[in-house]
């Protein structure tokens, strides 16, 4: 068996890894004396993956047959976060291409950013903020937002990132109800969490709706005008997963009615925003960020970690404990 400091080919030489991005200092101390760096600085996106055994890519590109065809030598792609619904899986198993992703990376910071932007919208911050800088006066009379304090938040995912939302705002001393068809009766006891059969139930009586989920076919617009519609007066809207999740034009059609009173939005489709978007432009009762929400300096450190690990590992001749495809395993045989 060959060693992480040998090529995938067998020659001796380090093995490539490419990244979809110019490579940082970060990147290239974790991987000085195994690999040999290869990146993007040009137009071509896809610049150099010609010469690519392994792969740590994000999510602005599409991986797929088109790209797996351009890449001969690739054996391992890894993905530098939670979501992968740009990786087709398809494809990288039929190509023998080890797919993975790092979802213990993103986490913490990704759960502190939604909280975050929990505080954010059902304080009216940037509303108050705006207020103030043009000077309008009677602020504590217009104020009127909301308490956490015995409040409900509705957890639409209950994964890595919404559990650690729930404990947060459980502290905070929010009740939990949560929709999530895939984790177990013991995850919710864990968290303290109500289990609700459907999304609407989920959200029926929540102050606070924060979206976790994954992006599917299935989820995609998760959150519509139906969905919008089974929650209460002046619900507080927050997603931090994919823009793809939310139905924007209907979430702005209810911000416009009064129906929600707030959102908060870390992701968005598509990424990022025009800066004259209706989402931007005269919305106090938003706020956006540009889907930085795990690129904390720990955060980022943790995600490349955990990615070039699975790299590695793969190249190293042993299956990534991260594999999202493991039917693929062992894959290509260079």
Known sequence: ??????????????????????????????????????????????????????????????????????????????????????????????????????????????????????FAVTKGLKESALRLGAGEGDYWARHGHLELAGSTLALLGLGRIGGSVARMMSAVGMEIVAYDPYAGDERFAELGAQRAATPSD???????????????????????????????????VVNTSRGGLVDQDALLAALDAGKVRGAGLD????????????????????????????????????IFIHAVDEVMTALGGNQPPNMLNPQAWPGRAL
């Open 202 to 236: 989920a959200v029926a009586g929540a102050h606070v709706v924060s979206v976790h989920a994954p992006l599917s076919d299935a989820t995609h617009h998760l959150v519509n005008a139906e969905l919008l519609a089974a929650m209460r007066d002046g619900v507080y």
């Open 267 to 302: 992701v968005t489709d598509p990424e990022p925003l025009p800066p004259h978007h209706p989402l931007l432009v005269n919305r106090p009762d938003v706020v956006v960020t540009p889907h930085i929400a795990s690129a904390t300096v720990a955060g980022r450190r943790r």
């Open 1 to 118: 068996m060959s060693t992480s400091s040998d090529a995938a080919d067998g020659s001796g030489a380090l093995p490539v890894v490419w990244f979809d991005r110019p490579a940082g200092r970060l990147q290239r101390e974790l991987l000085d004396g195994r690999a040999e760096i290869v990146d993007v600085r040009g137009d071509d996106p896809l610049e150099g993956i010609e010469r690519a055994h392994g792969a740590i890519v994000g999510a602005a590109i599409r991986y797929d047959r088109t790209v797996y065809e351009r890449a001969p030598l690739l054996k391992v792609i890894a993905r530098a976060g939670i979501g992968f619904d740009n990786l087709d899986l398809d494809d990288a198993t039929a190509f023998g291409i080890a797919a993975c992703n790092t979802p213990d990376g993103p986490t913490t910071s990704t759960a502190e950013h939604a909280v975050a932007l929990i």
